[in-house]
C-alpha cells in the first residue's frame, strides 16, 4: 500500500536528523497515518498471507517469496518476510 511505503519513507528521513522544520512536518504527517483501522484490501492481503502461511507447500512459499519482495517497511512486506520465517 502507498501508506506504508510513504510511513516507512518518511521514517527513514527522521533516522537522517532533518532539521527542525524538516522534522516537525514529517512527524506532523506520520501522526496523520496512524489511524485505528486498515483498509480493507491490506486486511485482506494480511489474511492471505495467514491463509498462505497455514497452507504451506512450495506454492504458497512462492507467493510469499514474491510478497516479502515488496516495498521495505511495508506492512504486507513484513508480514510476508515472518510468515516465510515461519514456514
Do not use: C, F
Not at 17 to 25: A, G
Not at 30 to 35: A, D, F, I, S, V
Amino acid at each position: 500500500m502507498l501508506a506504508d511505503v510513504a510511513e516507512a519513507a518518511l521514517r527513514q528521513q527522521l533516522e537522517a536528523q532533518p532539521t527542525l522544520e524538516v522534522r516537525t512536518r514529517i512527524e506532523n504527517l506520520l501522526q496523520k497515518t496512524e489511524y485505528p483501522y486498515l483498509p480493507r484490501e491490506t486486511v485482506r492481503t494480511l489474511r492471505a498471507i495467514a491463509v498462505l502461511e497455514a497452507i504451506g507447500g512450495e506454492t504458497a512459499r512462492s507467493i510469499l517469496q514474491g510478497l516479502s519482495r515488496g516495498a521495505v517497511g511495508a506492512r504486507v512486506t513484513e508480514a510476508a518476510q515472518l510468515a516465510l520465517k515461519r514456514v
